[in-house]
């Protein structure tokens, strides 16, 4: 049986994006990983500032952007513009050849618009996961081309939907595990899971699902990490080779086998 090629799937999360120091750094690294490579990228701090620029206030429940009619055409420029070209721009000047992409580009992440329930969340989207278009990307892989994906999805029927960055790189990380041997890597400003916030250096080396229900139960995990570390799980026991959690400063280390950060097992 002919063994596939590996690809690393990478999301950046709000302190790389947020920071052009940081985001410069992280880029030179991840320009220099070896191999296929796709990049995912989120912005939200960037859209809010802009936003408030612009006055269109911010609204948040339960720490989820409701996305109005005004806030997704900022979300779109933002996302899909300003961040996604200067990290294109940044790419291609470290020799990356880069190629920035929505959701809606190629009809790459098709999505449904969340259903309203207790909550709307306006022009929220829920990836199709079994509808990505994995050929195009597997196509713009072997000519040695790295997609960077923006946090936009879209609807099919002429709309763009806000979607969790977190949940687009689980989701295409999964749907390319036919064609790659694929490692996604969840890159932010701690080393790891942390086994106590006061203590940096503390890291949880390994979390598979036993080991969640645990942490979750007695505490040690606090709601922001507590998504990140539910899509990690729900891709590995959905055949991804390996996922790991760790610092964006660590990328070389994190894509190795032997990763600096906490690694996800089923």
Known sequence: M??????????AGGQVIDNPEVLQKFLAAFADLPGAKI????????????????????NYINGRRITDDATIDLVTMVYGGLINKQITAQLQA???????????????????????????????????????????????LQQNIV??????????????????????ASA??????????????FCFEKKGILKSMDNETDIIARIDRQAYET???????????IPKIHNALAAVDKGLHAVCIGHMD??????????AGTLITS
Request: net charge negative; aromatic share 2%.
């Open 215 to 225: 942490l979750l139960a007695d505490g040690t995990l606090t709601d922001g990490i």
């Open 94 to 140: 470290l020799q990356c050849n880069a190629l920035g992409l929505t959701g809606a580009d190629g009809n790459i992440i098709p999505a449904d618009k969340r259903p309203v329930k207790d909550i709307d969340y306006g022009w929220v989207g829920d990836v199709l996961e079994n509808e990505i278009n994995t050929n195009l990307l597997h196509s713009l």
């Open 172 to 185: 295409i990380a999964v749907a390319l595990s036919a064609h790659f041997t694929v490692t996604l890597l």
């Open 2 to 11: 002919t063994q596939k090629p590996s690809l690393l799937v990478v999301k």
């Open 147 to 168: 997609p960077v994906l923006a946090p936009l999805t879209h609807d099919g029927t002429g709309h763009l939907l806000n979607t969790n960055a977190d949940t687009i």
């Open 250 to 259: 660590d990328l070389h280390a994190n894509a190795s086998a032997e990763p």
């Open 39 to 58: 990049l995912v990228h989120g912005g939200g701090k960037i859209a809010t500032r802009i936003g408030q620029q612009l006055d269109i206030q911010p």
